[in-house]
């Protein structure tokens, strides 16, 4: 029996999609083509222009983001929301996902390169933050205190030791255990659980995922997927954000400080959020449970290099942490 293509393999997989939402969304497909499998598409249609299509695995998330779509002020947040199949349907669901569309926008992702990209993020999670509060959603999915999940980030983390040893680098291992340890220890001492308590008093919602693939630049910055939408203290938007743009301010403290991204009130824990490197674990264990085309090896060879900047970064951040 011939084998077939991954070309026949796709186009059949394309044509049973069709159908899919066909039948179940009343949608009329003329071209689909991926974005990012198994889970994204990009959508050509008959009769309702240019769409993407995503695959969830979490139906209770997607209702609490489509409540949440439903309370915000969609335009002044710059937030592009998902919208209803033809059919009136808001979700379609198959064995293994379940499926939502979103208009589809045209224009340039972001690059943290920028300083003027940048700028305009700051601005428009600013402008996000502003317009995601007051909001409150019944029932409301409940996540863990942020607290607990840095705690057992690092736990996971430790039961990855052998691979820095087999790999010979034992040393950073401990660094990184080391200085994680170090900032949860005065991190605990701080009201996390009190902000988030307000926040959830306050109604306050954060996006979860500040990567720049997550902004889209036209006429202005739009915020997409919010998979990771939470209500929570706002600061842990921008502290994400800070330790994604770190690397491209070559880890100096002064021109991340000029972002303004927060009140001086709120400094002190920004500051040490953003010391607290849960980037490279989470970055690390993910890493780690998918498929790449690097080594182990090569991965924590690149990872000691950065993680040399970053020590120096945190040396001049724990003296300014002196005087607050």
Same mark, same amino acid.
């Given at each position: 029996m011939n #084998?077939?293509?991954?070309?026949?393999r796709?186009?059949i997989?394309y044509y049973?999609?069709?159908?899919?939402?066909?039948k179940f969304?009343?949608?009329?497909?003329?071209?689909i083509?991926?974005?990012?499998?198994?889970?994204?598409?990009?959508?050509e249609?008959?009769?309702?222009?240019s769409l993407?299509?995503?695959?969830?695995?979490?139906?209770?998330?997607?209702?609490?983001q489509?409540?949440f779509f439903?309370?915000?002020?969609?335009?002044?947040?710059?937030?592009?929301?998902?919208i209803?199949?033809?059919?009136?349907?808001?979700?379609i669901k198959?064995k293994?996902?379940?499926?939502?569309?979103?208009?589809?926008?045209?224009?340039?992702?972001v690059t943290?390169?920028?300083?003027?990209e940048?700028?305009?993020?700051?601005?428009?999670?600013?402008k996000f933050?502003?317009n995601a509060?007051?909001?409150?959603?019944?029932p409301?999915?409940?996540?863990?205190?942020?607290?607990?999940k840095?705690?057992?980030?690092?736990?996971?983390?430790?039961?990855?030791?052998?691979?820095?040893i087999?790999n010979g680098?034992?040393?950073l291992?401990?660094?990184?255990?080391n200085l994680?340890e170090?900032?949860?220890?005065?991190?605990?001492?701080?009201?996390?659980s009190?902000?988030?308590?307000k926040?959830?008093?306050?109604?306050?919602?954060?996006?979860?995922?500040v990567?720049?693939?997550?902004?889209l630049?036209n006429?202005?910055?739009?915020?997409i997927d919010?998979?990771?939408?939470?209500?929570?203290?706002?600061?842990?938007?921008f502290?994400?954000?800070?330790?994604r743009?770190?690397?491209?301010?070559?880890?100096?403290?002064?021109?991340?400080?000029?972002?303004?991204?927060?009140?001086s009130?709120n400094?002190?824990m920004?500051?040490?959020?953003?010391?607290?490197?849960?980037?490279v674990?989470?970055?690390?264990?993910?890493?780690i449970s998918?498929k790449?085309?690097?080594s182990?090896q090569?991965?924590?060879?690149?990872?000691?290099?950065?993680? #040399?900047?970053?020590k120096?970064?945190?040396q001049?951040?724990?003296?300014?942490?002196?005087?607050?």
């Amino acid at each position: 029996m011939n #084998d077939i293509s991954l070309k026949e393999r796709d186009d059949i997989f394309y044509y049973r999609l069709s159908s899919f939402l066909s039948k179940f969304g009343q949608l009329e497909v003329k071209k689909i083509s991926c974005i990012k499998k198994p889970c994204v598409y990009y959508v050509e249609t008959i009769y309702n222009g240019s769409l993407l299509l995503k695959a969830h695995k979490n139906e209770q998330n997607i209702l609490q983001q489509w409540d949440f779509f439903t309370k915000i002020n969609l335009k002044r947040s710059c937030t592009i929301p998902f919208i209803s199949f033809p059919n009136g349907n808001k979700i379609i669901k198959c064995k293994t996902y379940a499926w939502t569309i979103s208009p589809y926008l045209s224009g340039k992702r972001v690059t943290y390169q920028s300083s003027k990209e940048r700028a305009q993020v700051v601005m428009a999670l600013k402008k996000f933050h502003e317009n995601a509060t007051g909001i409150y959603l019944h029932p409301m999915k409940k996540t863990p205190l942020m607290l607990e999940k840095w705690y057992n980030r690092l736990k996971v983390f430790k039961k990855t030791e052998y691979l820095f040893i087999e790999n010979g680098f034992e040393t950073l291992y401990m660094d990184i255990v080391n200085l994680t340890e170090k900032y949860l220890h005065k991190i605990v001492r701080l009201p996390w659980s009190v902000e988030e308590i307000k926040a959830i008093e306050g109604g306050t919602w954060i996006h979860g995922d500040v990567a720049s693939h997550n902004f889209l630049i036209n006429d202005k910055v739009h915020l997409i997927d919010f998979d990771l939408l939470d209500c929570k203290p706002q600061i842990y938007d921008f502290i994400q954000l800070s330790q994604r743009f770190l690397p491209y301010l070559k880890w100096d403290l002064d021109n991340l400080l000029s972002y303004d991204m927060i009140t001086s009130k709120n400094k002190k824990m920004w500051l040490l959020g953003t010391l607290l490197p849960t980037d490279v674990i989470r970055e690390w264990i993910y890493f780690i449970s998918h498929k790449s085309t690097h080594s182990i090896q090569y991965y924590l060879k690149e990872l000691d290099m950065k993680w #040399d900047k970053r020590k120096y970064f945190s040396q001049r951040a724990d003296t300014m942490l002196k005087s607050m």
